[in-house]
Structures are given as C-alpha cells and as structure tokens.
C-alpha cells in the first residue's frame, strides 16, 4: 500500500516514510491511496484483545513493516504504562457506552497514539536507513507536550525537546513536564505566548544550517505533529476493538450498526472512526462534537467552514482550535481524490479564512453530522450522570455526552447504540468537574480537589496525579524567544 498526498497526485510513498516525514513538501497530509477491508471477521474479533486488534487493523496500513517489528511496536506501547489490560475499557451509563481513552500515561487520549508513535517512527528510521538521532521538537500549549514527552521518554534513538510558555499552562500541566525524568528529554519554559513558542518552533525546522550542523554530529528533525499518519492509524485501532468487545459482552448484534460521538478539536479522533467505517466497521452516524468553538458544527451544517469568528478559552481547552487540520484529509476524499481542488480549497482558507464547498457536501451529510454544546450543559450533563449513575466524565467528554443528547432529541428516529468517545480522564480537569457537580467544591487547592473527586467517584487516584505531589522537579530552565535556538543547540551539544 502506499500514500499520497492531498495536495499533489505525484507523491507515492511507503507507510514507513510517510511516517518518517509527518507532512508533505508542499504542505498536504498523507493519505492513503487505497482503503483496506477488515482481515479479520467480526466475530473473530470479540475475541481479540487490544494489542491483536492493533496488529490486525495496523498491518494492513502499515504494510512496509514486517509483523516482527509492527508487533514489536506494539508490544512496547501497549503494556503495564495503561493501567488496565484492556487498555481502553468500555464503561455504560445512561444507556451510553463510554470508551476510556485516559488509561495511558498522561491520562487522556492523546496516550493511545503516542506510545506507539516513537517505536513506529525509530522503526521506520531504521528501514529507510535514515541514519542518526531523532530529535523531535515541540511547541506545546499543554497537553499534548506531557503526552509526547511520556511517549519519547528513554525511547532509544530519540530525543525530545519540549518548550511551553511559562505562565500560560496551568500548575499541574507545568509540573507533569518539568518533572519528567529521562535523560532524552529536555523542557524549557519560554517568556512568551503560545504562538511565540510554535513560530519560533517552526522557524527552527526549516532553518537549513541548524540542520546542517545537526546531521554533522547525526541528528535530524522530526515531528511528533498530529496530523502523522503515525498518529491516526494507532487511533483507528480503539473503534475496532470497541466494536469486538460489545459484541462479545452480547451488547450488539453482529453487523449492527453503531453511532460514534467524539468530542472534536483537531478532527484526527473522529477522522481515525470514519477509517474504521472506511474499512467496513458497521458504523451509523458519526456525530462531531463542538464545544463553543463550533466552527465543525457550522461547517457539518451547510459545507462552509469559517474560521473568521472570535477564539473562546472553554473548560475543554483541548478542543480550542479554530483550524481542524485533520479535516483536509476527509475534503480531500470529498473531491474525489482531487490534489488540485483540495490544494485550492487550503490556499483559500489559509488567505481568507474559509472554504465552500456547499456544492458537494451532501456526500458528507450522509456520514457525518454535527453538534455543539456550551459549557451550562456540559456542566448539568456532568452533575446529572454523577447524580443518575455514579459516573463521573471530563469536560471534553461532556461536550460529546450534552452534543450527543440534543442529537437524540433531534433524531428519535435514530435507534442505533451509541459509542462516546472518551477522551480525558476527570483528575485531568478536576476544578472543573466538581465545580460542575456542586458550585460548593469551585475553591480550594489542586490536590484537595483531587481527593475530593476520588471520595466523590470512587475511584483510584491514577498514578499520573498522585506521583505529581512529590516529583522532583528537573527542568528549571527559563528562557526568551531569542534564545530557544540556542537551548537546542546546548541540548544537542552543537
Ligand atoms: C486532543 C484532545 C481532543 C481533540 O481531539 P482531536 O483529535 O484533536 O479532534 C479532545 N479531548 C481531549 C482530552 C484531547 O486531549
């Protein structure tokens, strides 16, 4: 199998480079030329536990891999760093099933394709004898930092370096980073904003002499981006197994189609659902959920996407995003695979803010539909399944939960079974979701909170959290703008 571009039909390449280069020279994503089916029956995989679910779904889009070393990625990734062996469990509430995303490292979903990412990346290092260090360099606003932090953590052949903007993460984002231990890692603190951070970032990715002294002393650049195909067929692996378990739990007939709700920022989730649909996974509708930065909800109503409005900071941070990369991939397939049309469509968002593509969107509509939900029902949606069925969900996930009830009121003749996509765990943003089930818990320390929310669910405090409490702190580094090339440069001895 192999891949091409969005933007350009010229682009044929394997699975191991399209992974080993993140994005295309002209700045489209890969994509895959073919869709491949199923290997395996559905029956056969209620049977299956996570890490041959992910060798069955993985290979077939990984095909310049050998099993020895796609099972080997595996193996690394999906072990006893996921606090369950079932690696992403199923939980029912409200006659909804809730698939846990959050049993990794980091606690949210973003877990499930970075522990894989390094191994696949070294892999493919390797097979295409691109030779030397990888140094994976990222701009983080957060979240994600943690997670790829954790992911390339004592991964030999790697390094990472994280800068964020000191003062514009919260307490514990900032302490989940500097107290990260491995001798590959190093996390700077900058005196600037996000953006500051990200553009100076990507100024040093292109910057040609860097580069050049860095493959003298056997280092090269590569990113850890989202929209890796690295990234996304990890994340088509969770639908597929979730799939397999309702059916052997005898919650779904075989070959009963399901709806698949996913709180929505960058549109790789819920792109990795419709892959598995692509691959013939009975899926319904797949419902898009926005928090109050709907640009996906206006876009799923009419094909226009407009991303001139006003940015809002929400209680689900990590779906604040106003540009979806991952949608270029699906408006890609909406053209019928056309590079010059979806080339087009890109350049017109990225001059004017927006594209239409109204004329063809009924193909999408049948597939996809959207919903939004504001943070007054996200909240009643937290307090009312806390209250009704002991369960206790992250903001991002009630943005799916609150989105996908006001789906059913709009569609009852809709019967299918529903999957949310869960994508956080509630220790992640505790302030929020106890202020959601009672305004009488809004004050008091951080880690207060958090034993609170623990008596409150039930639950285990996760490692993740309570290690935070006393973990030395080992990045103290805080540095200007000006001077993040030359935080590279010591780390990398140049
Ligand atoms: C990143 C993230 C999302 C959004 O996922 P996309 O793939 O960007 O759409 C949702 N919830 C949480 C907790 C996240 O970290």
Redesign the pocket.
């Known amino acids: 199998m192999f891949y091409t571009s969005t933007r350009d039909a010229n682009v044929k390449i394997t699975a191991s480079q399209a992974v080993l280069k993140g994005l295309s020279d002209e700045g489209g994503l890969f994509v895959p030329c073919e869709f491949p089916k199923l290997s395996v029956s559905l029956s056969k995989l209620a049977d299956m536990d996570y890490k041959e679910t992910a060798y069955a779904v993985m290979k077939d889009f990984l095909t310049d891999y050998t099993e020895e070393e796609l099972k080997d990625c595996i193996n690394k990734a999906y072990d006893s760093k996921f606090d369950t062996e079932e690696i992403a469990p199923i939980a029912e509430a409200d006659g909804v099933f809730y698939l846990e995303l959050f049993h990794g490292k980091t606690i949210?979903?973003?877990d499930m394709a970075l522990s894989i990412l390094p191994h696949l990346l070294t892999t493919a290092a390797k097979k295409n004898k691109a030779d030397g260090e990888i140094v994976i360099l990222t701009a983080t606003s957060g979240?994600?930092g943690k997670a790829a932090l954790a992911g390339f953590a004592g991964v030999k052949g790697t390094r990472i370096i994280v800068f964020y903007p000191k003062g514009g993460v919260s307490k514990v984002q900032e302490k989940q980073m500097v107290t990260q231990k491995e001798s590959n890692t190093l996390v700077v603190g900058v005196k600037g904003n996000f953006d500051d951070c990200q553009s100076k970032v990507k100024e040093l990715f292109g910057d040609a002499e860097l580069k050049d002294r860095m493959a003298k002393k056997g280092f090269r650049f590569s990113s850890a981006n989202?929209i890796n195909i690295g990234r996304l067929v990890p994340q088509i692996v969770y639908y597929v197994y979730a799939y397999g378990k309702l059916l052997k739990e005898e919650r779904i007939k075989e070959g009963e189609k399901i709806n698949i709700c996913?709180?929505?920022?960058?549109?790789?989730?819920?792109l990795a659902a419709y892959y598995a649909k692509k691959m013939g996974l009975p899926v319904n509708m797949l419902i898009c959920a926005s928090n109050e930065n709907k640009v996906l909800f206006d876009f799923f109503k009419n094909g226009v996407y407009d991303k001139n409005r006003e940015f809002i900071l929400t209680d689900?941070p990590?779906?604040d995003?106003l540009i979806?990369s991952?949608l270029e991939r699906l408006i890609y397939l909406n053209t019928g695979c056309d590079p010059q049309k979806t080339k087009e469509l890109m350049e017109s968002l990225k001059s004017k803010g927006k594209y239409d593509i109204s004329d063809t969107f009924s193909k999408i509509s049948g597939e996809f539909t959207g919903e939004f939900a504001n943070w007054s029902e996200c909240a009643k949606k937290i307090h009312d399944l806390y209250e009704g069925d002991g369960y206790v969900i992250?903001t991002?996930t009630a943005v799916a939960a609150a989105a996908y009830d006001k789906y059913v009121k709009e569609n009852p003749s809709d019967k299918a079974k529903t999957i949310v996509a869960s994508?956080?765990s509630p220790y992640k943003f505790a302030r929020s979701v106890l202020k959601a089930i009672d305004s009488k818990y809004e004050s008091g320390e951080d880690f207060e909170l958090i034993d609170t929310l623990s008596k409150l669910s039930n639950t285990e405090i996760p490692a993740a959290v309570s290690e935070l409490k006393t973990a030395e702190v080992v990045h103290k580094t805080v540095c200007e703008i000006s001077e993040m090339k030359k935080q590279v440069e010591g780390n990398l001895g140049l």
């Open positions: 949210a979903f973003k979240d994600t989202s996913v709180p929505t920022g960058n549109f790789g989730n819920i689900s990590s779906m995003i979806s991952n992250d991002h994508t956080a």
